[in-house]
């Protein structure tokens, strides 16, 4: 029995997989962006859309996309992941409490994929709306994200 509790605690606790970021240095790409509380916008199925909304094109330019984790409020300080490299439909945790978070995305097109965040655990996620604004972790702090 007791070596039953250790096999389930060990498959919940390895669920979550460690990402480095970009660097060690941090960013303030994203203190220009919006600023929004995550919870107040509604979520788009299995896409993360640019502010502008859905643009259809032959040479979508869907990269350089960066995943910005900010141990602050207002997406101050932040530590970049580039979307690119990181695995899809596997939950990954920072390393670090994070209060917001934004993707940074220069052509501003949007992404095919949804990028979720959410608390430690790997339990439940909140998509991250759209590309190029800031949101607060308004039920954080968060530490692990995933994409889909």
């Known amino acids: 029995m007791r070596s039953t509790f250790v ?3 060990l498959a919940l606790f390895s669920q979550a997989a460690f990402a480095s970021p970009l660097s060690t240095e ?6 220009k962006f ?3 509380d995550l919870g107040s916008i509604q979520a788009h199925p299995n896409v993360t859309l640019s502010q502008a ?13 960066t995943l910005l984790l900010c141990p602050t409020t ?14 899809t439909n596997e939950c990954l945790a920072a390393g670090f409490n994070f209060e917001s978070i934004a993707i940074n995305q220069p052509s501003n097109e949007g992404l095919p994929f949804g990028v979720f965040v ?3 655990g790997c339990l439940s ?15 954080g702090p968060f530490v692990d994200y995933a994409i889909s």
């Open 125 to 139: 996620f909140a998509q991250i709306p759209s590309v190029n604004t800031c949101y607060n972790a308004n039920n």
């Open 26 to 31: 941090t960013t303030d790409i994203a203190s």
């Open 7 to 9: 096999a389930i605690a």
């Open 53 to 65: 909304g859905i643009h259809v094109d032959a040479a979508q330019q869907e990269f350089p996309a």
């Open 118 to 120: 959410g608390p430690p």
């Open 74 to 87: 207002s997406c101050i300080s932040c530590f970049g992941f580039d979307l690119s490299t990181l695995p």
């Open 34 to 36: 919006p600023v929004v």
